[in-house]
């Protein structure tokens, strides 16, 4: 499985699980000196760069010898990375490609060969170590060859999304995201029924599939008869471990993500309120927020931002459409009071007509809250 990236999908528990080699701080003992590699317990034959995990490093006497750099565990067991399912292709779509700074991201938290085959120029080889300034330079490198070829996939990717999952076409009716994916290919007697969705199956080449895990199981069959072995299998708590997918480009784990996630019956994904991102609600479907940070060096959530904002709006509202019935009831009742007198129906008729039309500038912040409270209360004048 070397130099490879693995993607498995778990329907049932709605998650995706990576296999990959990731980036990681680790330490170069940048000598030959036989003395300093035997103390750090390296063999120059099976560790030809010096490479000691930066969890192994302990400072001593040649603490000289040591660069820390950034590179991938080429020689270790390969990461796993167990995550709700359909994180990478959100993670990817959701990028914002005119900043370097968030593909950055992207890579360091999948890898490098999920992008191997976009580099071009082969500035950034797995398996090779990097000083974060060589990282840097190469990085700014691939962004910028790149990105024309990302935003593409990008968009591709988006579109059938909304198609998928935001189509407003009412003659699609209750069709489900997998039907509306299937008639997207489709056009009736040569006329173009649906919103053009890019086609997705050029990103289908290059995918291979590891059977052999489909068929290991967490126990051993050999010693039961066949009636035995009919009952065990049929047993709906009997699983089989879901087989895996080699991908060797990004498109093709993008692809056999968007695919799975069309199987699973009621799953929904919707856009941020607050950044416009796409993500799959977690618990329940009537979330509006999602979980990214709202900026690289925040802490804080869209959720954490969404439901502050959503709270003060909500009391701020209701202060204001408190004043509005009151105000509303104020000059209905003088109507009442003094049916003989026009001037009191005429300042009715035009609050009903007026305050609409400020509130709609209050809901769109064309007015603050204070300047609408103040024409609310002139109007009582």
Not at 266 to 279: A, H, Q, S, V, W
Not at 337 to 356: L, T
């Amino acid at each position: 499985m070397n130099g490879n990236f693995y993607i498995y999908f778990d329907l049932q528990k709605k998650q995706e699980i990576i296999k990959y080699r990731k980036l990681k701080e680790c330490y170069i003992v940048d000598t030959d000196d036989a003395d300093i590699l035997d103390y750090y317990n390296i063999d120059k034959d099976t560790n030809p760069y010096h490479i000691i995990d930066k969890s192994e490093f302990q400072c001593s006497e040649y603490i000289n010898y040591i660069v820390k750099k950034l590179l991938v565990d080429y020689d270790a067991e390969l990461d796993i990375l167990i995550q709700p399912i359909d994180s990478l292709l959100l993670d990817f779509i959701n990028i914002d490609l005119s900043n370097s700074r968030y593909l950055k991201n992207f890579i360091l938290k999948y890898g490098l060969n999920i992008i191997s085959n976009l580099d071009k120029s082969k500035d950034l080889p797995a398996y090779l170590a990097y000083t974060a300034k060589e990282f840097n330079s190469h990085f700014e490198n691939f962004y910028k060859t790149t990105k024309n070829t990302l935003d593409k996939i990008q968009n591709d990717f988006k579109n059938c999304i909304n198609f998928c999952y935001f189509n407003n076409d009412k003659s699609l009716g209750l069709l489900t995201s997998m039907q509306k994916y299937f008639l997207s290919y489709h056009t009736c007697n040569g006329n173009a029924l649906f919103t053009y969705v890019p086609s997705l199956e050029k990103y289908s080449k290059g995918i291979s599939i590891d059977f052999e895990s489909f068929f290991t199981t967490d126990v051993t069959l050999g010693n039961y008869t066949n009636k035995e072995l009919i009952k065990k299998v049929s047993d709906k708590n009997f699983a089989f471990l879901p087989y895996s997918y080699l991908c060797t480009k990004l498109e093709n784990a993008l692809f056999l993500s968007f695919i799975n996630i069309l199987n699973i019956e009621r799953l929904e994904i919707k856009t941020c309120e607050n950044c416009g991102k796409y993500f799959i609600p977690i618990s329940k479907s009537n979330e509006k927020f999602c979980t990214n940070y709202i900026s690289l060096n925040s802490k804080k959530t869209c959720r954490d931002v969404g439901a502050f904002n959503s709270y003060n709006n909500k009391v701020k509202d209701n202060e204001v459409e408190t004043l509005i019935r009151k105000t509303s009831s104020y000059f209905s009742m003088q109507v009442k009071r003094n049916p003989d007198i026009d001037i009191y129906r005429k300042k009715h008729e035009d609050w009903k007509k007026n305050y609409k039309e400020q509130r709609l500038k209050f809901k769109n912040n064309e007015i603050t809250k204070d300047e609408f409270i103040n024409w609310i209360n002139l109007q009582r004048r």
